[in-house]
């Protein structure tokens, strides 16, 4: 269902996203320099349902579902909001006569005389603190189109079917465990959802109103944010265990727990560490084949490479000599040793020079290949463990508990 985007200021609603931009959602421009509310008289106010409604009667957007982060916020918007009529007069009888009759089929509703005035006029709330009966009622009322707002916890997002044509989000923050945070880009996106009513309505309201401490600018990244990556839940138990041993052989569990979520989201964790590892191994395994001309082995290259860094420890020490003689005059024992290294250097020099990597084109490509060789192996090994620890974690961890 496509949804439109609106953004309630407290005087009135407006588009959350500028028109005619096709796919890309633009924040209204009018939004985009809102600050938060500073002055502690108008951050104390709280909202009041009474100043949107109007508006989305007059956009034909009822009914709606308001969702409200706590029982008692649900409850107080109930009791502010019945006292407006949003049913006409047959509505409120059908209601009366509906009500009657739930209560000769279920003798736990026990509801006050303020709530059922509320119901008749179209106004309700549910949430984890009524009674089953009374939450049951208010579903069936919803769905017959009788209830016209309800005020709700974030719970309604999921799994019970009460379709409508707008949603509400009072607060883009909630309070925690761990004090207040905003919603994540999963929990807006399911409250959002609720609106449309598939086969009635073509486009679903989604109202986000302003709270002293959010911008519009938060609410459109918030809107226009990806949804949360699912992470799975799934973890094996001893009960798991018993469960799965008492119906199924040992194989036939090692296939239902590699078909679960969690294998499913594991081993897609596995696939860019198993791209990786292919692209080094790949690596390795040229640079330790490499197609030399010389037909040289890894360890006849670096025999080369080795003649070569001695060229420069022998050129090292006959400058060193050549210091020490003339600092300290030209000492026989310096002079023979000063011989012995100009005959060791001329030699090497003449072994690489006359070797087939001296005039080999592919000499520096084989070289910088084969300095990587030792740092390939080390990133293999790590990638290879960091695989096999996250492959088949699931069964890993039943086979232990079984």
């Known amino acids: 269902m496509p949804l439109h985007f609106h953004y309630f200021t407290g005087r009135g609603v407006v588009p959350l996203f500028e028109t005619g931009q096709g796919n890309k959602k633009r924040l209204n421009h009018k939004l985009k320099n809102e600050q938060v509310i500073k002055d502690p008289k108008r951050r104390n106010q709280r909202f009041s349902p009474l100043r949107l409604i109007d508006d989305m009667v007059d956009r034909d957007m009822l009914p709606a579902i308001f969702f409200t982060f706590s029982r008692k916020g649900c409850d107080s918007g109930m009791r502010e909001l019945g006292t407006v009529s949003l049913n006409s007069y047959t509505e409120r009888e059908e209601v009366k006569r509906f009500i009657g009759h739930f209560r000769t089929l279920s003798t736990s509703l026990e509801i006050s005389e303020e709530t059922e005035t509320c119901f008749i006029n179209g106004v309700a709330s549910?949430?984890?603190g009524l009674l089953p009966a009374t939450k049951l009622l208010v579903e069936q009322l919803f769905q017959r189109n009788l209830l016209k707002v309800v005020f709700a916890t974030?719970?309604?997002a999921a799994g019970?079917?009460?379709p409508a044509r707008?949603?509400?989000?009072?607060?883009?923050?909630k309070r925690t465990n761990e004090g207040h945070r905003l919603l994540r880009p999963s929990e807006?996106?399911?409250?959002?959802?609720?609106?449309g009513r598939r086969g009635m309505d073509t486009v679903g309201h989604v109202v986000v109103v302003r709270t002293p401490f959010n911008t519009g600018s938060e609410v459109g990244k918030l809107a226009s944010a990806k949804a949360d990556p699912l992470n799975s839940q799934f973890t094996p138990t001893y009960a798991m265990v018993l469960n799965l041993m008492e119906r199924h052989t040992l194989s036939d569990a090692e296939f239902l727990i590699n078909k679960s979520f969690g294998a499913f989201t594991s081993e897609r964790r596995t696939n860019p560490?198993?791209?990786e590892l292919k692209d080094r191994?790949?690596?390795l395994d040229y640079a330790q084949n490499f197609p030399c001309e010389a037909q040289y082995t890894l360890e006849d290259f670096h025999g080369q490479l080795k003649l070569r860094e001695e060229i420069s420890r022998l050129n090292r020490q006959k400058s060193t000599i050549k210091k020490q003689v003339k600092k300290f005059g030209e000492a026989p024992e310096l002079l023979e040793e000063l011989k012995q290294t100009e005959a060791r250097l001329f030699d090497v020099i003449n072994q690489v020079e006359e070797a087939p990597c001296a005039?080999?084109?592919?000499?520096?490509?084989?070289?910088?290949l084969s300095e990587r060789v030792e740092r390939l192996k080390k990133q293999v090994n790590r990638l290879e463990g960091e695989v096999e620890a996250e492959r088949n974690v699931y069964w890993r961890q039943f086979q232990n508990l079984y």
């Open 154 to 156: 974030e719970t309604l």
């Open 359 to 368: 005039t080999c084109d592919q000499f520096k490509t084989h070289r910088r």
């Open 126 to 128: 549910h949430h984890a």
């Open 273 to 275: 560490m198993s791209e």
């Open 166 to 173: 707008s949603t509400v989000i009072t607060s883009i923050s």
């Open 188 to 195: 807006f996106l399911q409250m959002s959802g609720r609106a």
């Open 281 to 283: 191994q790949e690596t």
């Open 160 to 162: 019970i079917n009460m």
